[in-house]
């Protein structure tokens, strides 16, 4: 079963403004922490934004921020104000305990790709 | 500084051939990773190194060698590879395995032929 879904492979929105993105995960573990990247078409996955299962508020970066809703799975990226240099693939990811114990890995959707539109 | 560096940035090689990729941190980040990503899919993990030591392998064919020579250098030498292996193969550094935020070098786009 996937573990981290996002349901929108494709997304257009006006420049200026504001936009969703999509992502829910499964994870049977307490402590577990969110990300999303940014990855534009030269290939660079940016990092944007992490949350922490146990952050009680949501994370904030800039024009990006997290909305986390623990009970519903759900760890939405939205940007405000879109820039036409948002255009990019986004991925959320999620960092969970792998079953050889200490080490931990990021675990990715399949990713969305956001176009803005002037 | 979240610099992560990479070498080369595009690479084509023959099925024979011997080739190396290189990644390089000064962050001080003490595990380092190695993704393989396909167009228009996520990256799939290949490697992990923990404390200059390999710590997961994920089922990684043999024509896939890394080497972590210490704790700012990750290669991965490449031998015998597949057409199926053209990929972007992408480098990534955290401050320790276990914890959070990977960054990502810009990646090299490996043909094979």
């Known amino acids: 079963a996937q573990k981290i879904t996002q349901t929108q492979p494709g997304m257009f929105v006006q420049e200026k403004e504001a936009v969703t993105l999509d992502c829910t995960y499964d994870?049977?573990?307490?402590?577990?922490?969110l990300f999303w990247y940014k990855q534009p078409s030269s290939g660079e996955m940016i990092f944007l934004i992490y949350q922490g299962s146990y952050d009680e508020q949501n994370a904030t970066e800039g024009r990006y921020s997290l909305n986390f809703q623990k009970a519903r799975k759900s760890a939405n990226l939205v940007i405000s104000a879109s820039q036409l240099g948002d255009s990019a693939m986004y991925f959320c990811?999620?960092?969970?305990?792998?079953?050889?114990?200490?080490?931990?890995?990021?675990?990715f959707g399949s990713g969305t790709q956001l176009t803005v539109l002037p | 500084d979240t610099e992560v560096t990479q070498t080369p940035k595009h690479l084509v090689m023959g099925m024979t051939n011997k080739k190396s990729l290189k990644c390089e941190q000064h962050m001080g980040h003490r595990a380092m990773y190695w993704y393989k990503q396909k167009a228009k899919k996520p990256p799939e993990l290949m490697f992990v190194y923990s404390y200059e030591k390999l710590s997961i392998n994920e089922s990684v064919p043999s024509r896939f060698s890394p080497e972590c020579p210490n704790s700012s250098l990750l290669n991965l030498h490449l031998h015998a590879l597949q057409p199926e292996d053209s990929a972007l193969y992408l480098c990534?550094?955290?401050?320790?395995?276990?914890?959070?935020?990977?960054?990502f070098g810009p990646g090299t786009r490996l043909l094979v032929l």
């Open positions: 994870t049977s573990d307490q402590s577990y922490g």
């Open positions: 990811a999620m960092r969970e305990r792998i079953s050889s114990g200490s080490a931990r890995q990021l675990t």
């Open positions: 990534a550094s955290s401050q320790e395995a276990r914890r959070e935020t990977q960054y």
